[in-house]
C-alpha cells in the first residue's frame, strides 16, 4: 500500500510565499512521476506541476515563472515552492503521484490535499 502525505498549505497574503510537500510512503519499486493538482469549489481540478524521474517538468500556464516543482528521489519527496501568490491561486492542492507497484505494473495515487488560501 502507497500513501502520500502532504502538508505546507495555509493561509498567506497576496504576494507570499508557500512551500508544499509530499511524501510517498510504502512498498513500491519506483516513482516514475509526481505533480500537484488543485481544485477550487465548484471548478474542475487542473494540473498544476509535474515531475519525472528523468527531471522533465511541466506546469500550467497561470503558475510559469512563479511556481517551482522539485523532488528529492531519496525521500520519495516532492516540493511546490510557491512564490508571488494571487488570490485566484486559493483552491485544495493535491499531490500525485504515479508508482510502479510491482515489476511493469504501475498505479496512480491522490493525497488528502491541502488547502492554500491567499487573501487579498
Known amino acids: 500500500q502507497v500513501q502520500l502525505a502532504e502538508s505546507g498549505g495555509g493561509l498567506v497574503q497576496a504576494g507570499g510565499s508557500l512551500r508544499l510537500s509530499c511524501a510517498a510512503s510504502g512498498s513500491f519499486v519506483s516513482i516514475i512521476a509526481m505533480g500537484w493538482y488543485r481544485q477550487a469549489p465548484g471548478k474542475q481540478r487542473e494540473l498544476v506541476a509535474t515531475t519525472t524521474s528523468g527531471g522533465s517538468t511541466n506546469y500550467l500556464d497561470s503558475v510559469k515563472g512563479r511556481f517551482t516543482i522539485s523532488r528529492d528521489n531519496a525521500k520519495n519527496t516532492v516540493y511546490l515552492q510557491m512564490n508571488s501568490l494571487k488570490p485566484e491561486d486559493t483552491s485544495v492542492y493535491i499531490c500525485?503521484?504515479?508508482?510502479?507497484?510491482?515489476?511493469?505494473?504501475?498505479?496512480?495515487?491522490w493525497g488528502q490535499g491541502t488547502q492554500v488560501t491567499v487573501s487579498s
Open positions: 500525485s503521484a504515479l508508482i510502479e507497484t510491482s515489476l511493469h505494473r504501475t498505479t496512480g495515487y
